[in-house]
């Protein structure tokens, strides 16, 4: 089993910046990934971006390319997410998530879930 606890979310100004944290527990390198998702109201859960726990493999979906970071401190076992320039478009809440698979964007992918930390930019 692995557990999975996001943390950093909040309010923010647009042009602002946050950093999310996912602390896992367990199992954790039973998974070969983790990735970050985010679920605006009435929208699909879409992914964020994925990063291997071994390596230096990054993902991003398109509109987070040149404003969002993945990384991760093993030692700790967390994944971060830096997050800066944000607009009213990034207001979610997001998910951390794992997977045994080294990339994918399909949310069925991931087996882990974390429960979520809301993320307001107001504009």
């Known amino acids: 089993q692995v557990q999975l606890v996001e943390s950093g979310g909040g309010l923010v100004q647009a042009g602002g910046s946050l950093k999310l944290a996912c602390a896992a527990s367990g199992r954790v390198f039973s998974s070969n990934a983790v990735g970050w998702f985010r679920q605006a109201p009435g929208k699909e859960r879409e992914f964020v971006a994925s990063?291997?726990?071994?390596?230096?493999?990054?993902f991003y979906t398109d509109s987070v390319k040149g404003r969002f970071t993945i990384s991760r401190d093993n030692a700790k076992n967390t994944v971060y997410l830096q997050m800066n320039s944000l607009s009213f478009e990034d207001t979610a809440v997001y998910y951390c998530a794992a997977t045994p698979r080294i990339y994918s964007t399909r949310s069925s992918d991931y087996n882990y879930w974390g429960q979520g930390t809301q993320v307001t930019v107001s504009s």
């Open positions: 990063i291997r726990l071994s390596g230096v493999s990054t």
